[in-house]
């Protein structure tokens, strides 16, 4: 299966700035998931990214709050804008890949404060 | 439409006990489903899936479920807890056809006691 590795695995971040966290994927894949799990809770969807093209969002998620690049097969970044303290969460990016399932980065975990 | 439910957020078992995490489904289409486990401060790591064939599943670390689709369940089992196995259990959805999006369940924290 592919190998996920995503950048950083914390941080503490002033409220009012920006993170971007990166992903980068051993192999080509199609669709990449950027999730958002709040302590004790389950994973939720941010947006799909496909290469070539915008990102797609759920409800409660936008664009501006949430930018997403996909630029390549192998790489995707979403970036945590003007950050306030209920933005700390942790933040997985996942790859779909059907013989192996679901394949997950090991997460960065959020701080605002 | 799909959506998993989780029964019971936390289960507790003795070590060498039964473990029985239940996932029960709704999906519209046949669906495929998948057990995965987080430990802390990591992303999920695969336990098993089911797509097609045989509805009994092994998987990784011992893990065995059952798609049983008269019940709509997929329960994860194993036979006996070892303390390694205390993590947070996420069952998951997709439908077979359509979306590639899978849908979690809230998650089921195993705890073992020695």
């Known amino acids: 299966s592919a190998v996920i590795s995503q950048k950083p695995s914390r941080d503490i971040c002033q409220r009012g700035t920006s993170l971007t966290i990166q992903c980068q994927v051993d192999s080509q894949v199609t669709m990449m998931f950027w999730y958002r799990q709040q302590p004790g809770q389950s994973l939720t969807l941010i947006a799909t990214?496909?290469?070539?093209?915008?990102?797609?969002?759920e409800s409660g998620f936008v664009i501006d709050k949430f930018p997403i690049s996909r630029p390549n097969l192998t790489f995707s970044t979403l970036t945590v804008s003007n950050m306030s303290p209920e933005d700390s969460s942790i933040y997985l990016c996942s790859v779909d890949q059907f013989n192996y399932g679901y394949t997950f980065g090991s997460g960065t975990r959020l701080t605002v404060v | 439409a799909q959506s998993v439910t989780q029964l019971g957020s936390h289960v507790s078992v003795s070590e060498g006990a039964l473990v029985l995490l239940r996932c029960n489904y709704s999906?519209?289409?046949?669906?495929?489903l998948f057990w995965y486990v987080q430990y802390p401060n990591q992303g999920l790591q695969l336990l098993l899936k089911y797509t097609t064939g045989a509805t009994l599943v092994k998987g990784i670390n011992g893990f065995e479920a059952e798609f049983k689709k008269s019940e709509t369940s997929f329960h994860l089992t194993k036979p006996s807890a070892h303390m390694s196995d205390a993590a947070e259990y996420f069952c998951?959805?997709?439908?077979?056809?359509?979306?590639?999006?899978?849908?979690f369940g809230r998650g089921t924290s195993l705890i073992v006691h020695p």
């Open positions: 990214a496909n290469q070539g093209s915008e990102a797609t969002y």
């Open positions: 999906s519209s289409v046949p669906p495929y």
């Open positions: 998951a959805v997709r439908a077979s056809g359509g979306s590639y999006i899978p849908t």
